[in-house]
């Protein structure tokens, strides 16, 4: 009789500037395929994650989750494979921990909201090029705040989505969505039940658009209403994008 399976959620950082994204791709490094292949060196069995999303190509982490089953009990006494594994990760990756689940609880499904960050830097610095976009010139924080109220009222976001995409559904079930100026320069930040492939960074580069004074509140408002990519702005480069949390009901804990 085969050993039943134990579910675990394992979670982590990531810098994905040298990697093409979380999911596997042939040919290509990913955290996907990095993080698999360790585990399965560390535990000596083949496992194979379940990602709490995809990530495009040079996007980070601050805050990831995957799951995997193993049919070994207390996978992590005492820490020793969280230490296994960030010896052997590339400095890239990060474990921070390895919690025990209920058997149906699902990295990606079982998510109860998604928040990520976009990072703007409004001063050339050669130490956040690979994590913040450059935007030189004043933006109208204010106005990109109002259009974050607009956006709040709709959830179909198909004017934000990734064009031929697989999506089932184009809507999004927003909670919060605001600017904020630091010292540097701006973060925006975004919480939702899902996103789609490319939404934030869509969202993002059409509301710098109306920072600057190229499109108006109307503008924005009718361009969410035509559900059509094409009306939207350009997407803001991958660098400045974080997954900074992921929020998951306490009840799938062990």
């Known amino acids: 009789m085969m050993p039943e399976n134990n579910r675990y959620f394992l979670f982590l950082r990531y810098k994905g500037t040298n990697f093409h994204g ?6 290509s490094d990913t955290i996907q ?3 698999d292949d360790t585990l399965s060196l560390v535990l000596r069995e083949e496992i194979r994650t379940t990602g709490a999303g995809r990530t ?19 996978i992590d006494k005492d ?18 921990s390895i919690r025990k689940v209920i058997t149906d609880a699902n990295a990606r499904f079982s998510a109860l909201s998604r928040t990520y960050e976009y990072h703007i830097t409004r001063n050339k610095d050669p130490f956040r090029t690979e994590y913040a976009w450059y ?6 924080v204010t106005s990109m705040n109002e259009a974050c109220s607009i956006l709040l009222r709709y959830s179909d976001f198909t004017s934000f989505a990734r064009l031929h995409s697989d999506n089932k ?31 934030v960074r869509a969202i993002t580069g059409t509301m710098i658009e109306i920072g600057f004074g190229k499109l108006s509140l109307d503008d924005f408002k009718n361009i969410i209403i035509a559900r059509d990519r094409g009306k939207a702005g350009k997407s803001a480069p991958a660098r400045g994008l974080f997954l900074s949390d992921i929020e998951y009901p306490e009840v799938i804990f062990k």
Do not use: Y
Not at 79 to 96: T, W
Not at 171 to 177: E, P
């Open 22 to 27: 979380w999911q596997i791709q042939p040919g």
């Open 33 to 35: 395929n990095t993080l």
């Open 135 to 140: 935007v030189h010139g004043a933006l109208d």
């Open 79 to 96: 820490n020793k494979l969280i230490f296994r594994l960030n010896r052997l990760l590339p400095s890239d990756i990060a474990v921070s």
């Open 169 to 199: 559904t184009n809507i999004c079930r927003l909670m919060s969505a605001s600017w904020a100026e630091t010292e540097n320069g701006l973060v925006f930040t975004i919480r939702a039940d899902r996103f789609l492939r490319n939404m």
């Open 56 to 74: 495009d190509s040079g996007v980070h982490a601050l805050f990831f989750c995957a799951h995997f089953d193993s049919p070994k009990e207390n």
